[in-house]
């Protein structure tokens, strides 16, 4: 242009002929530097989109309303033993058994009928080992709202429910022993609150678990008393993190 701008145009070139000869060529050139900035603009914008969708580290796949993988990141794919290009244009019904693909379409069918995304939390069995998966559902839209497809983005979370298993497990043999012992045992919470009692403490003071825990034992000892085990139990730290000492409580009968 005049002003040393750089544009972009097509030009269509057309052969200009009069009784079978040659009389010259025709251009006529039209700018196009719009279309190839909205196309280069929309190029950056799916690089990003493939950039994020690779790089998540999560499992990212975007699946068509009848179960036809569309999209899929190295992630995802390596979780089945291959690459994307092993799974795009198949269907889910290649990949997975039956019952779980019939209760794939009915997460896709609720989250289409519901219009919003949805979390699932499943133990998926996969050619590279069983694993635990938070996955979610999401719609995809075309521009116009017509409906496209749906994504699935799946965390493993098989370290997480590892650790809770054992810590359950933990507390269910804590909970034995403690419950097995004759000795009154309990947890509370620094204002005085029950958050656990043995069968002892429960026997001796003829209560329930459920009459006791959520309440505050100080209930228990004698009024004259309970400022001096509060002075006690704020003696505990760090650097003394166990004490003992003795102190009288309220027995069932009201007796001391």
Known sequence: TRAGEEKWVEQKVTLLT?????????????????????EETLRESEERFRLM?????????????????????EMGAGRLGGKPE?????SIHDIFPK???????????????????????D??????????????IQLVKEPDGGLMCVQLISQDITDRKRAEEGLRKSEDRYRTVVEDMPAFICRFLPDGTLSFVNNAYCQYFSKTYEE?????????????DREKVREHYDSISKEKPAITYEHQVIAPDGTI
């Open 86 to 90: 092993d799974f795009i244009g198949k």
């Open 123 to 136: 133990f998926v069995e996969l050619p590279t080992g069983n694993r635990w998966f938070l996955t979610n």
């Open 99 to 121: 019952e779980a693909c019939n209760e794939y379409q009915r997460r896709f069918h609720d989250v289409i009928e519901s219009g919003k995304g949805k979390v699932y939390e």
């Open 53 to 73: 969708f690779e790089n998540t580290g999560t499992d990212n796949t975007v699946i068509s309303v009848d179960g036809v993988f569309l999209m899929m990141n």
């Open 212 to 224: 006791l825990v959520g309440h505050n034992f100080f209930q228990f000892i004698p009024v004259e």
């Open 18 to 38: 009069e009784d079978d000869r040659v009389t010259g060529l025709q251009s006529i050139v039209r700018d196009i530097t719009d279309r190839k900035e909205a």
